[in-house]
């Protein structure tokens, strides 16, 4: 099997999980604030962490299928040789972002070893490491666009 293959099994069923349990989490909010005397007080912090790992899953996955917004009326304004020089530049820049992106998460996440949650009390590392999640799909994918393109455009 192939690494993206694997790869885009796994944020597909981690944003699928994690989308649910947010799905979950905040239904159980909304009930206990109606049905019951005490609201759960890990459920607004657990939902929170859930919503944000739903999205670090699914931002590789929308990178992938180029389900960014994109700004095409202004895209097609360009001539054909600024379109792919767009075109190739934008996964430049993409790859550089994230790159930056994840070797800076790696500083947040040694600091969540030393941190706690206020209420669920679980170390930050496991908040925190949704950034890096983040970064290198995007990252991977991005690369992958990018020696596509240049494959495209010395054709």
Do not use: H
């Given at each position: 099997?192939?690494?993206?293959?694997?790869?885009?099994?796994?944020?597909?069923?981690?944003?699928?999980?994690?989308?649910?349990?947010?799905i979950?989490?905040?239904?159980?909010?909304?009930?206990?604030r109606?049905?019951?005397?005490?609201?759960?007080?890990?459920t607004?912090?657990?939902?929170?962490?859930?919503?944000?790992?739903?999205?670090?899953?699914?931002?590789g996955?929308?990178?992938?299928?180029?389900?960014?917004v994109?700004l095409?009326?202004?895209?097609?304004?360009?001539?054909?040789?600024?379109?792919?020089?767009?075109?190739?530049?934008?996964?430049?820049?993409?790859?550089i972002?994230?790159?930056?992106?994840?070797?800076?998460?790696?500083?947040?996440?040694?600091?969540?070893f030393?941190?706690?949650?206020?209420?669920?009390?679980?170390?930050?590392?496991?908040?925190?490491?949704?950034?890096?999640?983040?970064s290198?799909?995007?990252?991977?994918?991005?690369?992958?666009?990018?020696?596509?393109?240049?494959?495209?455009?010395?054709?």
């Amino acid at each position: 099997m192939r690494f993206s293959f694997i790869l885009s099994k796994f944020l597909k069923y981690g944003t699928l999980l994690t989308s649910l349990g947010f799905i979950f989490t905040v239904t159980l909010q909304i009930y206990a604030r109606f049905f019951l005397n005490d609201v759960p007080p890990w459920t607004e912090e657990a939902s929170r962490i859930l919503f944000i790992y739903a999205t670090a899953f699914a931002g590789g996955l929308a990178y992938k299928g180029n389900y960014f917004v994109f700004l095409e009326a202004f895209y097609a304004g360009f001539s054909p040789q600024t379109q792919k020089t767009v075109d190739l530049i934008s996964p430049i820049l993409c790859l550089i972002l994230f790159g930056t992106f994840a070797f800076y998460s790696l500083d947040l996440i040694e600091m969540g070893f030393s941190e706690r949650s206020p209420s669920l009390q679980i170390i930050m590392v496991v908040p925190f490491l949704s950034l890096l999640i983040l970064s290198l799909s995007i990252g991977y994918f991005s690369l992958l666009t990018l020696l596509k393109k240049i494959k495209f455009w010395k054709s």
